[in-house]
Structures are given as structure tokens and as C-alpha cells.
């Protein structure tokens, strides 16, 4: 059973910054693609990063210039830095994995921008 455990997430200031982090339980070179994804309250879930086996990222347009995902393969985790944050990036921020045609999904970590 592959499982993907978030951490990192909380109440920040706008301008501030946060890095989640997701601990998978095997080894991330098993995953085709890892990414994070993320759901505000009325809205649907959607990606907001992802990084593929070969190493390659893609970005939401939102948040490109000021997030960047990266991978630890020693530690089997995938982070999320997050800088110049809004109040917009509020959201449920979940991390996923897809292992050939399997999609494997976090419990998710609250990120709340607001003064």
C-alpha cells in the first residue's frame, strides 16, 4: 500500500512563505510523476505543481516565479516552497503520486494566508 503523509502547512502572513513536504513510502523513483495539487473551499481541486520522474516540473500559472517543487530521493519527499504568498493560495494543498495508471493521493495539509 503506497501512502503519501503531508506536513508543513499553517497560517501565514501574505508575502510570507511555507515549504510542505510529502513523505512517500517507497522510493519516489517508483512514481511516474509526483505533484501537488490543491482545493479552496467552493472550488474544485486543482495542480498546482509537478515534477516527473526524469526531474522535469510543470506550474500552475498562478504560482510559477513563486513556488517550486523539488525532490529529496534519498528521503523519499517531495517538497512544495512556497514564497511571496496570498490570500489566494489559501487552500487544502494535497500531495500526489501516479504509479503507471494508479493515482495515489495525501490527507492533505490546510495552508492559510491571511492577516
Known amino acids: 500500500q503506497v501512502q503519501l503523509v503531508e506536513s508543513g502547512g499553517g497560517l501565514v502572513q501574505p508575502g510570507g512563505s511555507l515549504r510542505l513536504s510529502c513523505a512517500a513510502s517507497?522510493?519516489?523513483?517508483?512514481?511516474?510523476?509526483m505533484g501537488w495539487y490543491r482545493q479552496a473551499p467552493g472550488k474544485q481541486r486543482e495542480l498546482v505543481a509537478r515534477i516527473s520522474s526524469g526531474g522535469s516540473t510543470d506550474y500552475a500559472d498562478s504560482v510559477k516565479s513563486r513556488f517550486t517543487i523539488s525532490r529529496d530521493n534519498a528521503e523519499n519527499t517531495v517538497y512544495l516552497q512556497m514564497y511571496s504568498l496570498k490570500p489566494e493560495d489559501t487552500a487544502v494543498y494535497y500531495c500526489?503520486?501516479?504509479?503507471?495508471?494508479?493515482?495515489?493521493w495525501g490527507q492533505g495539509t490546510q495552508v492559510t494566508v491571511s492577516s
Open positions: 517507497r522510493s519516489i523513483f517508483s512514481f511516474n510523476s
Open positions: 500526489n503520486g501516479v504509479i503507471i495508471e494508479r493515482t495515489y
